[in-house]
C-alpha cells in the first residue's frame, strides 16, 4: 500500500512538473497603455478571426493587454503532415531530423487615439487569445469569428459584441449590451442599466439567457422560431404584431401580407425596447437578485 502510494504521489508530482513546463513553454505577449484622459470613459475596439477575447474591469487606469498563441495539437498537425507528405514526397525529405519550433509570436499590436484604444494581432493563421484587464467604467467593441468565446466581466458602459462560431458571456455588466452569438449561447447578467437605451440580446442555433435588474422598465420584444419563451418577471403582454405587406400586381406579379412571429410587452412599466431574438433556440429572461 505504500509503495503504490508513494507511486500515485510520484506520478502526481510528475504530471504537475509536466504542467509547469508546458506553461512556460507558451509565451505570451503584453502592452500596457493608457487613456488619454482617465476621466473620462474610454472605448475598447477588439476583433479576431481565430481565438477567443475575454475582458475584466478593475480599478486601475490602463488598459492591459496579453495576447496568447493557443497550443496546436501535436498528433493532428502530424496526421496532416504525413498526407501532406504522401501527395508531394518533398516535405518529408525537407523534414528529416529537424525539431518543429513551435512559433509563439503574436504581432501585438495595441493603438490608443482620443480614449479608443484598438487592438489587434498580426496573424490570421494562428490562434489567439487576448486577455484584457480595462478600467471598470469603459465601453467595449468585441468580435471575434471561429475557435474562441467572447466573455465580458466587470464592465459598465456601451458593449457590443458579436461571435459567429463561439459563445459571448457578459457577467456583472451595467449600462447598455447589443450581443449577438450566432451558433453559440448568450449569456447575460446585468446589474444595472441604462434607463434610455434600448438593448439587443439575439443569437441563431444558441438559447438566448438574459438576467436583469428586478426593477428595470423595458418595452419587449420577443422572437423564437423554433424555440420557446421563458421568464420569471411579470410580463404584461400587448396584442400587436408588425405587419409585413408586399403588392407587385401592378407588374403583374403578387400581394402578400404578412405578421412577424413575434411578441411583444411591457416590464413594470414603459421604457425602451429591448430585443430578444433566437431562431433554434429558447429564449430565458431572469429576474436579477
Sequence with gaps: MKRITWLLVGVAGVLLLIGRVGAQ???G???VVPFSDPTRTGWLRAGLINGGITVKGYEGKEVIVEARVRREDDNENQNE????DKDTGKKETKRMGLRRIE???TSLSVEEEENVVTVGTGS???TIDLIIQ???KTSVKLSCINDGDIKVEGVSGEIEVSNTNGAVTLTNVSGSVV???FNEDLIVTMTKVDPNKSMSFTSFNGDVHVTLPADVRAKVKMKSDNGDLYSDFDIRLEQRTQKYEEDARSKGGKYKIKLE???YGVINGDGPEFQFATYNGDIYIRKGK
Design 124 to 126: 490570421h493563421n494562428r
Design 261 to 263: 412571429k413575434a411578441m
Design 134 to 136: 480595462v478600467p471598470a
Design 179 to 181: 450581443a449577438h452569438a
Design 25 to 27: 513553454e507558451i509565451a
Design 29 to 31: 505577449d503584453r502592452l
Design 103 to 105: 512559433i509563439t509570436s
Design 81 to 84: 503532415n504525413q498526407d501532406e
